[in-house]
């Protein structure tokens, strides 16, 4: 059966010390749950975080990786660098990487080439801007995201791969995409995958939903057939908050 994940994405906040004070608030009171927990802290936080959530059932994770293996990229970070810090997961493709440096989706075709070869499991990012879906076009957006950024890899590697559609109109705008917003688009890609490579796949992918997810709307979101769980900024970084998202996973 496909996972269940809520994934807190917390972009450039929390310094060191917000980060271990957040893990341990985080620690103290996950509950249980069939989810699975992820979170993604800055770099620089990263091995304190593994360190923190050695032992417990929270996944940590990094929110961009260089596509290279190493070499003259000044201010990047590469797949061995994650991998020595004991960072399995890469969150790629997020609208914000798209959209303010510059990542198109032939760049993330190699990002997820470099992450699946080195074993990584990769949380993909993609979703329509606003003017995209009141034209109506966010279903070949979405398509066009997928087929030129994820779809040629091989179906083996399909097995490391959660996707995470998050429109951008409800990144951060308090405008949540409604339930059966979500669940219309999720089925739509659930749809794509069983033609592009196959049902068993397109079962077994998960399949998360982000943007402006909260306590008091992840459970409806949550209850769509087609959605496996969020992907949340905002409300990732209180824990009171973002544990009652994962509460919102029956
Ligand atoms: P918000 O939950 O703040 O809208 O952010 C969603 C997001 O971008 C997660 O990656």
Redesign the pocket.
Known sequence: MRKKIV?G?W?MNNDLQQTEALLDDLIANTPETIAKIVVAPSFVSLTTAVAKTHGTNIIVAAQNMHQAESGAYTGEVSVNMLKSAKVNTV?LG???RRAYFGETNALLAKKVDTSLAHGLTVIF?FGEELADRQSGNHFNVVESQLREGLFHIAQSGWDSVVL?Y?PVW?????E?ASPEQAQEMHAFIRNLISEAVSPAVAEETSILY?????PDNAAEIFGKPDVDGG??????LKAADFLAIVNGIQ
């Open positions: 994934a994405n972009k969150i997020h609208s914000e990012c995470a998050e409800a990144i951060g705008t308090g949540t982000g943007g402006s997810v909260k992907l949340i900024g905002g409300a990732a």
